[in-house]
């Protein structure tokens, strides 16, 4: 089974482009932290500032990040199916927000 979802995602142009997003967003940050001209993105951060109005929070692929709310999320492109991305959305926070209601049940139990 494995090598199926391999394949599906090696077909995938939309997942494929996905993946290209959240590597790009990543490597404009490691571009804040090294200093400019340190990391070339030639692609998709000069399209998103010309069109974005404010600075970027926190999204997809942070670490180190801890908080009693759960922010879940996605790659829009135009390939993406609005329904997916909503359900894809929920399987993402799903897990977070399990641990936060067992952690905060077993605080409750204990006091």
């Not at 090696?10 to 290209?20: A, C, H, P, R, V």
């Not at 399209?47 to 922010?71: A, H, K, M, N």
């Amino acid at each position: 089974m494995p090598h199926y979802f391999t394949l599906l995602l090696s077909y995938s142009e939309k997942d494929q482009t996905e993946n290209l997003i959240i590597v790009d967003l990543l490597r404009n940050d490691l571009g804040r932290v090294r200093g400019p001209g340190s990391v070339y993105v030639p692609r998709l951060m000069e399209l998103l500032d010309s069109l974005e109005s404010c600075s970027r929070g926190i999204y997809s692929g942070c670490i180190g990040y801890f908080s009693s709310c759960v922010g879940a999320g996605g790659a829009i492109i135009a390939l993406s199916n609005p329904e997916e991305e909503y359900k894809e959305m929920l399987l993402k926070a799903r897990a977070p927000v399990i641990v936060m209601v067992m952690e905060h049940h077993r605080n409750t139990n204990q006091n």
